[in-house]
């Protein structure tokens, strides 16, 4: 993956060079705003800008500040399946940075943020290197996606 100094808030969307593959880790850095309401981070088979343009989709994380969840899922054939919420913590705050890493295991993605254990989600997509797109976007200032 290209590593990418960003300070826009426009979000952020990169090519997973080659697709995602086990032992691959995604790196997202950045400033969450003063009065967040969400933040996404997507991993695609293809970019896209509007609802509903990513294709399939193996991971989705939804952050949500009000409800201090993070709500996982994936998309496969346009079709949306259960999600997943079980957190043992909510690691985001206002106006704090974060490093969120993304590891991409033979089973499972497995969450870091700021070097501690969030959580974890099983792949239901294959094959994995078809995932060739990242994007996070929301209420953050990004400062650097690898």
Known sequence: MEEKDTNDNEGY???????LRPSM???VMGIVNKKPQS???LVSSQPGDEEGAEGDVGLQLKISFKEKAI???ARL?????PAENTLSY???ASGE???MEIVCEHQQFRILVDGQPLCGFSHRFSPLASLTSL???GDLQLTKVA
């Open 39 to 41: 933040m996404e981070v």
């Open 13 to 19: 969307t990169g090519e997973i060079k080659g697709g």
């Open 25 to 27: 880790k995604l790196v």
């Open 135 to 137: 994007r996070v976007f």
């Open 97 to 99: 940075s974060f490093k």
């Open 90 to 92: 909510f690691p985001f």
């Open 71 to 73: 709500q996982r899922n």
């Open 77 to 81: 054939d346009g079709k949306w399946g």
